[in-house]
């Protein structure tokens, strides 16, 4: 039986270029609640930009955790928080110093939640607009004492750029992680060394006494993959990457047609028997 079902949000839960989360979704996610179970998202995202990502409705995200599993919510209350190494992000900006077309950036979880760029060489970033998606703030020359959970990579240029600058910062940083947290994004994520999704996942179940087996990880991207792995019910959408299928025990329709809200659904109608919903029923592989 599922009683804890965590969803990965852009391109699994959410298609690419929705404005949120439609409203069968919120609606399978609140039955879930209303049957007793828990479900919620597992993303990169900071938790302010939820609100907009399932239209106001809190419910669907007071339980989850969010960037990339560094803070864990229960039931509206902060769990749990990872802190990023400033020292290993303040060598990551150095880095980034000599990319053109690259920069760190850092949000305030507890503020707007939207990205700072962080860059002394601002003459670099000329001509490239993809680095300044989810900007909301100047570009300022130093990290400063705050202690930053989420931070990650503007990047501009063809995946392969993108894929040399994180190989780049994992060799010069290794007290941070370095992940794509979508196929088509020009970001690359960044977490504490060894801090992942699937680390939130695990705290979560703990604070539920819930076990591993009886929670389901819906996923697509890079970022997905030690969710996807640590637990025996992990689920990949169509449109997920080949290792992320690889992965997944169970596999789903796209992100595209509301695939994860129909299996939450299913696992909220399975429940009473205490059975396994019906796309677990069906073949693995």
């Known amino acids: 039986m599922i009683k804890l079902a965590l969803t990965d949000l852009d391109d699994t839960l959410i298609p690419v270029g929705a404005p949120r989360a439609t409203d069968r979704a919120i609606a399978a996610i609140h039955a879930m609640v209303d049957a007793g179970l828990h479900a919620g998202p597992v993303t990169g995202r900071v938790p302010s930009a939820m609100g907009w990502m399932f239209a106001g409705d809190a419910t669907c995200f007071a339980t989850g955790a969010f960037c990339n599993g560094q803070m864990v919510y229960i039931d509206g209350e902060l769990a749990h928080q990872e802190v990023l190494d400033p020292a290993s992000l303040a060598r990551a900006q150095e880095v980034l110093e000599d990319v053109e077309g690259a920069a760190l950036a850092v949000y305030d979880v507890f503020g707007d939640g939207q990205a700072i760029l962080v860059k002394r060489n601002v003459k670099s970033l000329e001509g490239h607009p993809e680095v300044m998606s989810e900007v909301g703030h100047p570009t300022r020359a130093e990290l400063g004492p705050t202690p930053w959970i989420k931070a990650n990579v503007h990047v501009s240029g063809p995946r392969e750029r993108l894929v040399r600058v994180r190989d780049l910062l994992r060799a010069e940083c290794p007290g941070l992680d370095f992940v794509f947290p979508s196929p088509t994004a020009p970001l690359i994520d960044i977490t504490p060394h060894g801090w992942d999704k699937a680390a939130g996942v695990r705290e979560l179940a703990r604070e539920l006494g819930v076990t591993l087996d009886e929670v389901a990880t819906f996923g697509d991207s890079e970022n997905d993959l030690p969710m996807i792995s640590a637990v025996p019910n992990s689920v990949a959408v169509a449109n997920a990457s080949a290792d992320v299928a690889k992965a997944a025990?169970?596999?789903?329709?796209?992100?595209?047609?509301?695939?994860?809200?129909?299996?939450?659904?299913?696992?909220?109608a399975a429940a009473p028997t205490g059975a396994m919903p019906a796309f677990m029923r069906q073949a693995s592989r």
Request: glycine fraction near 4%; proline fraction near 5%; charge should be negative.
């Open 249 to 268: 025990r169970w596999h789903i329709g796209p992100a595209r047609e509301d695939s994860v809200a129909v299996a939450l659904e299913q696992i909220t």
